[in-house]
């Protein structure tokens, strides 16, 4: 079983910047392919980044030059660095630790895009 607690949201205004972090329970966090998906008022959760146990990256089109994924193993962290916000990042952001036929997901954090 893996816990993931997100951290980072809040209310930003159009141009800024924050970081989400998300923090995983377990010994074996570095194994686990880490993602970030995203989920709108009315919308389907859609995958934002995502970075593989080797550290290979893959970003959703509308946040490329934008968004960057990272993890630490060593504090069983993963990070999603997000510049230049525009107001349809608004969304609840939730982590995601994939392995095989294994998900585990955090509760969200509130990201909100406004001025």
């Known amino acids: 079983q893996v816990q993931l607690v997100e951290s980072g949201g809040g209310l930003v205004q159009p141009g800024g910047s924050l970081r989400l972090s998300c923090a995983a329970s377990?010994?074996?966090?570095?194994?686990?392919?880490m993602g970030w998906y995203r989920q709108a008022p009315g919308k389907q959760r859609e995958l934002v980044a995502v970075i593989s146990s080797g550290g290979n990256t893959n970003y959703t089109d509308s946040v490329k030059d934008r968004f960057t994924i990272s993890r630490d193993n060593a504090k069983n962290t993963v990070y999603l660095q997000m510049n230049s916000l525009k107001p349809e990042d608004t969304a609840v952001y939730y982590c995601n630790a994939h392995l095989s036929k294994y998900d585990y997901w955090g509760q969200g954090t509130q990201v909100t895009v406004s001025s």
């Open positions: 377990g010994s074996f966090f570095r194994i686990f392919a």
